[in-house]
């Protein structure tokens, strides 16, 4: 009876066991849950301790997020801090400019405070540019040894990146830094600077959006694993925090494993 104990325990204590597996009929049923998530851990997080931490990633995410918030009845942003999980070292006019996006999208439609977005130097050479938003996130976040946000929303690519993390790259190493500069990323533009695993890790909630039927098979490798090193979105396993996959049909079309599923109207 007690290996059997044992057993359970360590199932149960697993971190796979804190994983939330969500999909949905199509992106247009999970964005409006995705914004209600945003809005909801916000609310709490004011409660808790006066102001909400977000870190955004680029690419479909920004469209996304961008539309459902602006769609919402009362948005509020007065007292959001906004970080990015990477960013691209181009002008903020620039179209590969993931703060430039958000900037046109969002945040010239809404009441976030200036204060509150924590912003990269694109002028500075690459190393400067990461010991720079490095020095902003432990202004934003005093007393951390990582900053710990209260929400990540992480996008995922068709090699299973995240953040700018790549497969078999060595940041995947990285163990110390808070922000690691790239200069070498396989996908353009190649100068980039990115949050570590560390940083990742540290968060309080972490939320994927994945969609679209191009995404299933790499979906599948990093949900139900694969032959060789975990890739990159499968390495973020927060150390005491949540971990939430919103995906659509299409994206989830390969997957075995015990999934929610749930439409527009619910709640996370």
């Known amino acids: 009876m007690l290996p059997l104990l044992l057993t359970l325990f360590r199932l149960d204590c697993s971190p796979m066991a804190g994983r939330r597996v969500v999909v949905f009929p199509s992106s247009a049923e999970l964005g409006p849950v995705l914004a209600q998530l945003v809005t909801s851990r916000a609310e709490k997080a004011i409660v808790a301790h006066g102001r909400f931490t977000l870190g955004l990633s680029g ?27 990477d960013e691209r070292l181009v002008a903020f006019d620039d179209p590969e400019s993931t703060y430039g996006l958000y900037k046109s ?56 990146h995240t953040c700018s993390l790549f497969p078999d790259h060595p940041l995947l190493e990285e163990t110390e830094k808070i922000v690691a500069p790239i200069s070498d990323s396989p996908k353009p533009p190649p100068q980039r600077v990115t949050m570590t ?11 994927f959006v994945s ?6 098979p790499i ?14 979105a ?19 079309a390969s997957l075995t494993i015990q999934v ?4 527009s109207g619910a709640k996370l």
């Open 234 to 252: 499968a390495r973020v396993v927060p150390t005491s925090g949540e971990l939430l996959w919103l995906v659509d049909n299409p994206a989830a």
């Open 105 to 160: 999208q969002l945040f010239s439609k809404v009441n976030i405070p200036d204060s509150g977005i924590l912003t990269i130097e694109p002028g500075l050479p690459v190393n400067e540019c990461a010991e720079d938003y490095t020095h902003k996130l432990k202004e934003a976040f005093p007393g951390d040894d990582f900053p710990v946000f209260d929400l990540l929303l992480l996008g995922m690519g068709p090699d299973g």
């Open 59 to 85: 690419g479909s995410l920004a469209s996304m997020l961008s539309k459902e918030l602006l769609a919402l009845p009362v948005l509020d942003c007065s007292k959001w801090v906004v970080g990015f999980c």
């Open 219 to 232: 979906l599948k490798e990093v949900l139900e694993g694969r032959q060789g090193p975990a890739l990159p």
């Open 260 to 263: 929610e599923r749930l439409g």
């Open 211 to 216: 969609t679209g039927g191009s995404k299933a």
């Open 197 to 207: 695993f560390p940083v990742v890790n540290s968060a309080h909630c972490v939320a």
